[in-house]
């Protein structure tokens, strides 16, 4: 690993470093799982009072996501599948109001 990122580094510094899809798209899943997060713990306090559960339930389950897309190195398709999960969840319609 020590060496994947020495190498990483000095291929930068000399400007030859050609990224690899993983290398933007890892990073740019953390913003976007902690997006849609923040997007339903906000719902949630929205709803009134302690929220409506099913809005705790998907803020918490958001939490979770955002956990596994940071800490776990997921397959690709893993980690395109849960975003994918992630984004539609934020169309779902709020508490009482269907």
């Known amino acids: 690993m ?3 990122m020495m190498l990483g580094i ?3 510094a000399e400007g030859s470093w050609n990224p690899r899809a993983a290398d933007v798209l890892v990073p740019a ?5 902690t ?3 923040t ?7 929205r709803s009134g009072g302690l929220g409506a559960p099913e809005e705790i339930a998907l803020a918490s ?3 979770v996501a955002v956990e596994l897309v940071l800490f776990w190195d997921l397959p690709a398709s ?5 975003l994918t999960a992630l984004a539609g969840s934020t169309a779902l319609p709020v508490g009482s109001s269907r």
């Open 78 to 82: 893993v980690r395109t599948l849960l």
């Open 39 to 45: 997007f339903h713990a906000a719902r949630a306090l």
């Open 2 to 4: 020590q060496h994947r």
């Open 29 to 33: 899943s953390w913003f976007a799982a």
């Open 61 to 63: 389950l958001a939490a």
């Open 10 to 12: 000095k291929q930068r």
């Open 35 to 37: 997006a849609v997060a």
